[in-house]
């Protein structure tokens, strides 16, 4: 007995080195990718940082010159708007797909790899194949240019992406509606209820955590969208009237519009002011989606 006293701290303490090995090098990989350019990010929105170098401390003034761009706030609200529209079609998409390929038509597998495959396909590629697909053949339909202008240019980029995004989904609805218990679909339909009851009374209830997943990955992957709008659009379009003014960046989403302040407008301070706050809206709302969704499981 006193042998096994005297070795069990020191067994703990091998395990605690055991652990540390084995978790440093993710630890040490997050800090430097993401806590670290977080932390001086946030330092860099309150200067006058050029990139290379800081002169002077300015304090809230990059803030104060992002809320006074027009070309920023059209940017916020169409993000808005796109994240809305994706996180409703992507899903009902994806969850229709995911039923058609549990059901039991032959052939399966192959829709399931079918639909999966535009995820597979880089964002600005795929943005250039569809800029390809709207202005080569669609217009022979059409007769004229589906990004022409900008409500159909963001019609476009809200096809483009369900058409890659809603595969992947589709795979977790899969997922998800494999894990139904079979007997309690045989126990509600030998108690007389139809197909429509049990899909929205049995199967919709106890896929909520899936569909919970689903809602998040969409919305964080809709607010962060940049390389199919910078593919097919690059930005432009053009907005008369919003704040008294004229933009020329009607279909520039908020990465988008971070990207281009910081790049070519070489305008790095006030760039990463508005990633800061691009990174509290996204945490805020992916927060109160995922509360929201918890609260819905824990209620049905």
């Known amino acids: 007995a006193l042998y096994g006293l005297y070795r069990f701290p020191s067994q703990r303490y091998h395990r605690g080195i055991v652990y540390f090995i084995f978790l440093f090098p993710l630890v040490f990989a997050f800090a430097v990718t993401v806590i670290i350019p977080l932390v001086l990010g946030v ?14 401390f300015v304090g809230l003034a990059n803030y104060s010159s992002m809320f006074h761009d027009p070309a920023f706030l059209w940017s916020v609200l169409i993000t808005f708007l796109f994240v809305i529209l994706n996180i409703i079609m992507v899903n009902l998409i994806g969850f229709a797909l995911a039923l058609l390929c549990t059901s039991a038509i032959k052939g399966t597998g192959f829709f399931r790899a079918a639909y999966f495959l535009p995820n597979l396909i880089g964002g600005i590629v ?37 058409w890659q995004y809603a595969g992947y989904i589709m795979l977790i609805y899969i ?9 309690v679909i045989e126990a ?32 964080t992957s809709a607010f962060k969208q940049f390389d199919v709008n910078m593919a097919l659009t690059n930005g432009t379009g053009s907005v008369d009237g919003f704040l008294g003014g004229y933009l020329a960046n009607g279909t520039q989403m908020l990465a988008l519009n971070i990207y281009n302040t910081a790049i070519s407008k070489n305008s790095y301070a006030v760039g990463q002011a508005k990633a800061v706050l691009f990174f509290i809206i996204l945490a805020a709302v992916s927060l109160i989606q995922v509360r929201t969704m918890n609260s819905k499981e824990v209620e049905l």
């Open 43 to 56: 330092g860099y929105s309150f200067t006058d940082w050029t990139g290379i170098k800081i002169t002077k």
């Open 188 to 219: 509600a339909s030998i108690d007389g209820a139809n197909s429509k009851q049990v899909l929205f009374h049995v199967r919709i209830p106890l896929i909520m955590p899936t569909i919970t997943i689903c809602t998040f990955l969409t919305l």
């Open 175 to 183: 997922t998800g509606l494999t894990q139904v218990p079979k007997d």
């Open 126 to 162: 795929l943005g250039y194949i569809w800029q390809f697909v709207f202005n080569n053949v669609l217009i022979q339909m059409t007769k004229t240019s589906f990004l022409a202008n900008t409500e159909t240019a963001m019609l476009g980029i809200i096809i483009v992406y369900i």
